[in-house]
């Protein structure tokens, strides 16, 4: 068995390098080669008998380096020093030589000949011996850290010989929640390799309702199913299905299975025609058809069937003749499982699984839906301010989106702590894009409020100036704007549901604006102010209410939020010179289809966009770019039914 | 409101007839931009390599044929928006429909023949089938396809791509307007609907299973299929004056569609829509034909343009495209179609002088402009300038010309 023997060296080097991965804390106790020194004679002719004594010597002395030695030992790399008997581990160099590793430092010591070295052949049963203790070792040790990573190390490749080692640490468990994840993994082997027919059912039915991967994975495997034919269906094969050709398999196709076990003579394809018709021209001429003529398919076959009369070629089948030759057979789909108990069991557990996956899967989509919608709101909500008090559209609002995550660049450039520095940038980048906001209104859109077109084009202008300006100070290349250390992880459910602690940052900082927005538009006196203007401007002026300065403070608002939300959006994305550009259109679909001069409407536009996007890439998950193009069409066609929005303005306050 | 002010004419007696004055007296910028564009178009083929001294370089022929094609997009638009009043931000999109509809031919046909002539060089022809699925490979390998997409189904036929560079921007133009326009969305709303359609449009080409080879768009359009060894030089120069000839007609429709009564309603709903709706004039129909012709120009106007260009990716259709096409015009000056030309020949050739490297940095000690990296900068801001102090543009400068002689 030769596939078994070597099988446990495979995962016991993942397992070695998930541990080497767990940082080995320093240990200031005896060298590994001391200790080896103690078990000389065991570790120079290595025995079934005595090597346990070794593996518990090294392990208890847990030196530096144990485990690379115990990798390299099973590997049959290391070799006995026979001057002074101390061991290294051997790399193979130049011209066969071999250099000598020292097992404690990992220096090279020397280069040498194999004639001046014994080399440690362990066999194959010491070699098993080896792999299980360090398993065993490894699932006991007394750092948490260290058992979680043999487990993985366990999952990432089972193997039937970890079951019973498995089933030993689990009694000694202190940690309730580690046990429990043992327990499940000893129920995976057991579905997997357990000889016991009931055994397995019972583990298998135990896995159902189980939406983790690695729990699906293994039933997966359990279904996983391989093509076969026979004249008879043969006894004790656990038939999947039977395939009717015809239906649910291609005449051609079955045909080509057939020739491929050499039950029939294969079809000539097209190609194969080719070749042959090319092989047998004569004088210009194959099978008395001239070689101009041979340009469409029935006349080339017409040549070779010509070549085929005189014995030429393999002959060409006729349709009739392979359907008399696959009638002789049945095709199907047999199980790589030979126990139907058991791959009934596993398609059942399989099946009633699969709801709960999908249930787990649509909570998933709609958290990333609500994350794309705050994401969105934070975008747009600046926008929507603007354009709904002034009948402004501000082209350059990406690019204070822009401004104000290159803020959050700057200022992380001068304050090293990341919690710190995003505590400043914050409310700095809303400062920096205020002043840039009122600046904008003050210098140029005043001056156009007459020529709504206008504002768009002169906005436009001072946007690409200013992504050139960000390239020329900042570089084309993107900027990092690192996240603290307490917003880099995911929050998950399970294997299926998990978001990034940024992403939910994100949502709150949005819902925190939102909440700020509403107080501020129907709490204060600003404003009250701000909704008289977006009503009816003429009349709010004859209130005594200076339409200028609100336009003024509104539009720094504006562009201060859009500045936030772009520290915001620096943490997840690039900060780039053309990152704003890439969420301005979709700031205005926002705004567009939520109905302008609302806060509501663009939380509306914002949820239905985001929604929507999530929804559609569900159906193609593999393209974003349709999901957005499909997204788009939708909105032009929203448009056509209610061209204000979701949430219109009525009557005068309407404008017109 | 003239007829008030006219004297008033005896009863019966019939009323004169007005002067009838032909069109191009009554416009007589026509006449001298038709003179500029003939005297223009004989001295760069006298100077050009294939047909003069040699003095105007294949690549500037190239470049020049290029912006000629841009003026007619830009007199396309100055239609649309200066006339009309509709801030398309679509207009580049329907220009760049148009070239990929040529380039299909161009890319397939040429394919076809480097395929038949490594095919025919085995033993026996190839079949039909065995060419196409070659030059479906050949294509299509880039974005990890054999197979021939449904759309390329007539690529071979010079003929049908042809009908679709008219007929894509067109129809597209055609449903879109009638969707936007009966609905009554108008100013910002209607641009930035406009934009959304052409983010559509570039993200959907920027799909590699979009059967447009993805980002990497088509290339190799300068090869003309039938003409593989006349040299570049030349084919430039044909394509140079076909460009100029499709300028030259295509401000001649403009100008003769802008003047007229159709013209007048037409700036009538620029002016003031409501009100040309109430004196029973069916805005929606007016708008839409000239939101349709000048899709059907654009997508013409680039159908000449990249097979001078060589290739065209999505990136050329993106919204950012389309807004520069409004800012030449408004640069050029809006409402005249001579503004919207020398818009777009001073922007694009200056743009592409100044990014492309050939200016001279201006060294100032303590900093040194690089053009590439401040031209944008000084376009953006100089185009905030001409909106807020120049809203006529370059071609207000003339009416200061001609009020001064009078």
């Known amino acids: 068995m030769p596939r078994t023997a070597r099988a446990p060296w495979r995962w016991m080097s993942f397992l070695l390098l998930a541990l080497t991965v767990v940082a080995v804390p320093a240990r200031a106790d005896t060298p590994l ?14 025995a079934r008998g005595t090597i346990p004594d070794v593996l518990r010597a090294l392990l208890d002395a847990d030196a530096p380096g144990t485990l690379e030695f115990l990798r390299a030992f099973a590997d049959r790399e290391v070799v006995e020093r026979p001057e002074d008997g101390l061991f290294f581990i051997a790399q193979d160099g130049p011209d066969r030589s071999l250099i000598l590793i020292d097992v404690d430092s990992g220096a090279e010591i020397a280069t040498v000949t194999t004639r001046d070295v014994n080399q440690i052949r362990p066999n194959a049963g010491v070699r098993r011996e080896i792999a299980a203790a360090l398993v065993q070792f490894e699932l006991s040790a007394p750092d948490p850290a260290r058992r979680i990573a043999a487990m993985d190390a366990i999952a990432r490749s089972p193997d039937p010989e970890q079951m019973p080692i498995l089933a030993a640490s689990i009694p000694d468990e202190p940690d309730a929640a580690i046990r429990a994840r043992k327990e499940r993994l000893l129920a995976l082997l057991t579905a997997r390799f357990e000889t016991d027919s009931a055994t397995r059912v019972a583990a298998i039915e135990a896995l159902t309702g189980d939406v983790s991967t690695e729990a699906r994975r293994v039933l997966n495997q359990l279904l996983q199913t391989e093509a076969g034919h026979a004249q008879f269906v043969p006894e004790g094969v656990n038939i999947a299905r039977i395939r009717v050709v015809g239906e649910d398999l291609d005449l051609l196709r079955a045909h080509a299975r057939l020739a491929e076990d050499g039950l029939v003579p294969p079809r000539p ?80 557990a399989l099946d009633s699984t699969r709801t709960r996956v999908g249930l787990f899967q649509a909570l998933n989509l709609s958290l990333e839906a609500l994350s794309l919608a705050s994401i969105f709101f934070l975008g747009a909500i600046g926008l929507a301010i603007t354009f709904g008090v002034m009948r402004v559209i501000n082209m350059a609002h990406g690019e204070f989106i822009m401004m104000g995550a290159y803020t959050g660049v700057v200022v992380q450039m001068f304050i090293p702590s990341h919690t710190v520095s995003i505590a400043v940038a914050l409310p700095l980048a809303f400062a920096v894009t205020f002043a840039a906001g009122v600046a904008m209104e003050r ?39 690192t996240s603290p250390d307490w917003l880099a992880g995911a929050v998950r459910l399970n294997d299926i549901v998990s978001i990034s602690t940024i992403r939910v940052a994100i949502f709150f900082l949005a819902l925190m604006f939102l909440i700020l927005l509403i107080y501020i538009l129907n709490r204060t006196r600003l404003g009250l102010e701000v909704r008289a203007v977006t009503q009816n401007p003429g009349m709010a002026a004859s209130m005594g209410i200076n339409p200028d300065r609100i336009n003024m403070l509104t539009f720094g608002l504006g562009s201060g939020i859009a500045g936030t939300a772009g520290v915001a959006i620096g943490l997840f994305a690039q900060v780039t010179s053309e990152m704003g550009a890439n969420y301005i259109v979709q700031s205005f679909m926002t705004v567009v289809v939520g109905g302008v001069g609302s806060v509501f409407g663009t939380l509306a536009g914002a949820g239905l966009i985001g929604f929507l996007q999530k929804g559609i890439e569900w159906f193609n998950p593999a393209n974003t770019l349709a999901a957005q193009t499909y997204m788009v069409l939708f909105i032009i066609l929203f448009i056509q039914f209610r061209p204000r929005g979701i949430v219109a303005l009525k009557g005068r306050a309407a404008g017109d | 409101m003239a007829d008030i002010a006219r004297p008033v004419t005896l009863p019966g007696a019939a009323r004169p007839a007005p002067p009838r004055r032909s069109f191009l007296r009554e416009h007589p910028s026509v006449l001298w931009f038709m003179l500029i564009l003939g005297i223009f178009t004989a001295g760069v083929t006298l100077l050009s390599e294939a047909f003069g001294i040699g003095l105007v370089s294949t690549s500037l022929v190239k ?63 190839p079949t039909e089938r065995e060419v196409s699925e070659a030059v479906a490979s050949q294509i299509f390998s880039v974005v990890g396809s054999n197979e021939l997409p449904l759309i390329w189904s007539f690529a071979h036929s010079l003929t049908f ?14 449903v879109f307007g009638w969707l936007a326009f009966r609905s009554r969305v108008t100013g910002v709303y209607l641009s930035i609907l406009t934009q959304a359609m052409t983010l559509a449009l570039s993200l959907y080409l920027f799909q590699n299973d979009s059967g447009l080879r993805g980002n990497n768009g088509l290339s190799g359009l300068q090869n003309i299929p039938g003409f593989l060894d006349v040299p570049q030089s030349v084919i430039s120069m044909w394509f140079f004056w076909a460009s100029a000839l499709a300028l030259g007609l295509g401000y001649m429709l403009f100008a003769w569609i802008v003047s007229g009564k159709f013209g007048s309603v037409v700036r009538a709903i620029r002016d003031n829509e409501p009100r040309v709706r109430f004196l029973g004039y069916n805005v929606e129909g007016y708008k839409l034909f000239v939101f349709t012709l000048t899709a059907i120009i654009a997508g013409l106007a680039g159908a000449l343009y990249y097979p001078q260009a060589g290739i065209i ?12 096409l409004a800012v030449w015009v408004a640069i050029g000056g809006r409402g005249r179609l001579y503004g919207a030309v020398i818009g777009a020949a001073l922007v694009s050739l200056l743009s592409s002088w100044l990014t492309g490297g050939g200016a001279p940095n201006i060294d100032l000690g303590f900093y040194r402009i690089v053009w590439t990296d401040w031209w944008q900068v000084l376009l953006g801001f100089g185009f905030v300038l001409v909106t807020l102090f120049f809203p006529k543009g370059i071609g207000g400068l003339f009416d200061r010309l001609v009020r001064k002689q009078e």
Not at chain 1, 33 to 38: F, K, N, P, S
Not at chain 1, 326 to 332: I, N, S
Not at chain 2, 316 to 323: D, G, K
Request: with cysteine; hydrophobic share 50%.
């Open chain 1, 443 to 481: 210098l140029v859109i005043r001056h156009l409020y007459t020529r709504p077109l206008e504002t768009l084009l002169a906005t436009f202008g001072i946007s690409i100036a200013l992504q050139q300006l960000a390239k020329n100070i900042f570089g084309p290349q993107a900027r990092p704007l």
């Open chain 2, 161 to 174: 791509q042809l009908a679709m560079v008219v007929l894509i921007p067109g129809l597209l133009a055609l």
């Open chain 1, 33 to 46: 080669q001391d200790v080896l020194q103690t078990v000389q004679a065991e570790v120079a002719s290595p």
């Open chain 1, 269 to 348: 394809g097209r190609n194969a025609i080719r070749d042959a018709l090319r092989a047998h021209v004569v004088d210009g001429h194959v099978g008395g058809i001239p070689v101009h003529r041979l340009t469409d398919e029935a006349t080339r076959r017409e040549a070779y069937r010509a070549l085929q009369e005189d014995g030429l070629v393999p002959p060409l089948p006729t349709e009739a003749e392979m359907r008399a030759a696959v009638a002789q057979f049945t095709f199907y789909d047999r199980y790589l499982e030979d126990d139907p108990a058991v791959t009934t069991a596993a398609r059942a």
């Open chain 2, 313 to 324: 990716n999505p990136a050329e259709i993106a919204p950012i495209a389309s807004i520069y």
């Open chain 2, 63 to 125: 470049i020049l044929g290029m912006t000629l094609c841009l003026c007619l997009l830009a007199v396309a638009m100055d239609v649309v928006w200066g006339y009309c009043g509709i801030l398309s931000l679509g207009h580049f999109a329907f220009f760049g429909l148009g070239g990929y509809a040529i380039g299909m031919w161009l890319m397939y046909a040429r394919t076809e023949i480097l395929v038949r002539q490594s095919l025919e060089a085995g033993t026996i022809p």
